[in-house]
């Protein structure tokens, strides 16, 4: 049964540059979330993406932007890349259900470092 | 406004001695859930247990056990015997019916370190 993956796993970028990271959800779920993580803090809720439309976002700005596939899978994208946006990103997948919360399985996370 | 709060930034413990993680919450929401999360180095994330409102029973798992109390919103994490692979950082995290089940509010951590 595979897991939640990411790519890349590590990745260093410069001020103002783009980013993508990707991530595959675990076998048999539709739903995946993406978290960011700064260096001694507890993951922040960015988005989710279910049916290949966003459907819920947290508090980060438009240069956070994100897509999922037919086939699940997603990709975060970051613009104008800043020194504060280095973190780790993790992707988490789930099995979106009515009327319920699902548990939510989480990926190795991608390191990005700004410079 | 939803909160989680761990107050214990840090822990540490000899091998074998018993230890409890903290977790306090705070919801406005009737509806909602508890969750446990382990992140070793490795920095992947690890559920650990999922608890909903509406079921304040314990929870036993091996060695791993967990005391929900609504009446002073807690969710602690006890595990008895620690071992040196039980280092790591422990999250406790909550998510609402109200404001989206799939959106997870974590605590800040637990840091536990078990020296052998």
């Known amino acids: 049964d595979a897991g939640v993956t990411q790519s890349p796993t590590h990745l260093i970028k410069t001020r103002g540059q783009q980013v993508t990271l990707r991530c595959s959800p675990k076998s048999g779920h539709d739903t995946v979330s993406w978290y960011q993580q700064a260096l001694g803090q507890g993951p922040q809720f960015i988005f989710q993406?279910?049916?290949?439309?966003?459907?819920q976002r947290g508090n980060f700005p438009d240069r956070f932007s994100g897509h999922q596939f037919p086939n699940y899978s997603s990709e975060l994208n970051v613009n104008a890349l800043l020194l504060g946006d280095s973190a780790l990103y993790l992707c988490a997948s789930s099995l979106r259900r009515l009327a319920a919360t699902d548990t939510q399985y989480f990926g190795p996370g991608t390191r990005l470092t700004v410079l | 406004a939803q909160k989680v709060t761990q107050a214990q930034t840090e822990i540490s413990v000899v091998e074998k001695e018993d230890v409890t993680l903290d977790c306090v919450y705070e919801t406005r929401d009737t509806t909602y859930y508890l969750f446990w999360y382990k992140q070793p180095p490795s920095g992947e994330l690890v559920f650990l247990i999922r608890?909903?409102?509406?079921?304040?029973q314990n929870e036993i798992s091996g060695r791993y056990s967990w005391n929900f109390q609504k009446s002073t919103s807690s969710f602690n994490f006890t595990i008895t015997a620690s071992q040196v692979v039980d280092s790591a950082v422990y999250f406790c995290a909550l998510s609402e019916r109200q404001t989206g089940a799939n959106n997870l509010f974590f605590g800040t951590g637990t840091r536990l370190t078990v020296i052998p």
């Open positions: 608890r909903n409102s509406f079921d304040e």
């Open positions: 993406y279910y049916e290949e439309e966003e459907r």
